[in-house]
């Protein structure tokens, strides 16, 4: 039971390199997620999708852009890589559905340095 | 703007003793109140959550307490084990569930054996 995959789990780059940070959920859910972890800031949301063919801003979506290119698959694409983007990316599914547990599944993590 | 406050960065409990962990939030429109834990070099996993209707959630040796005059919920462990130590994070969602929860900054519990 793969749960939500990340890849990679890490990477270095430098100042305007462009990546794309992968993720796929194999639980059949509707919503998923893109944040990022910095110290002392928790996690903070990137985008979101809320279901297949949908994306929305969340709380810092400046630098970014993502692609929901089905329901398992979400992925989070860095066009010119700044170095205050250098953190750890989390992708989450949820199923919107059940609000009796609010409960978001993360993947591992990615860990990102821009130089 | 943090609207949902951890003030302490870090905790230090005794094993078999209580942990409890604080959370704050500015936000009235909240609704809902989750707890993560998290492992280092792993994904946050959840471990229990409260709605606005109830003012205490019991799982095992978890407890959420929830004030909401005051703005105010808490993780209670009782008792402390060492596989507890881990970074505990505080969430928030409105009305509709767990789109875009907000999540506080963590506080990493520590258990001494």
């Known amino acids: 039971n793969a749960g939500v995959t990340q890849t990679p789990k890490f990477q270095v780059l430098k100042t305007g390199q462009s990546m794309t940070l992968q993720c796929a959920q194999d639980?059949?859910?509707?919503?998923m997620y893109w944040y990022r972890q910095d110290p002392g800031m928790g996690l903070r949301l990137i985008y979101y999708s809320a279901s297949e063919g949908t994306t929305d801003k969340g709380e810092v979506p400046n630098g970014y852009n993502v692609s929901r290119l089905n329901k398992r698959e979400f992925s989070l694409r860095l066009e010119s890589a700044a170095p205050s983007q250098t953190s750890v990316y989390f992708c989450?599914?949820?199923?919107?559905?059940?609000?009796?547990?609010?409960?978001?599944?993360f993947g591992e993590g990615s860990r990102l340095t821009v130089l | 703007d943090q609207q949902v406050k951890q003030n302490s960065p870090s905790l230090s409990v005794q094993e078999g003793r209580i942990s409890i962990l604080n959370c704050d939030y500015t936000?009235?429109?909240?609704?809902?109140f989750l707890w993560y834990k998290k492992y280092p070099a792993e994904g946050p996993t959840f471990l229990i959550s409260i709605s606005s209707i109830k003012d205490k959630n019991e799982d095992g040796r978890f407890t959420v307490f929830l004030n909401k005059s005051a703005k105010h919920l808490s993780l209670h462990i009782v008792p402390s084990q060492p596989g507890d130590s881990a970074v505990y994070f505080c969430?928030?969602?409105?009305?509709?569930?767990?789109?875009?929860?907000?999540f506080g900054t963590g506080t990493r519990l520590t258990i001494i054996p």
């Open positions: 936000n009235s429109m909240f609704d809902y």
């Open positions: 989450a599914s949820s199923d919107q559905g059940d609000l009796n547990t609010g409960e978001l599944f």
């Open positions: 969430a928030a969602s409105g009305l509709f569930g767990n789109e875009k929860l907000t």
């Open positions: 639980m059949n859910h509707n919503s």
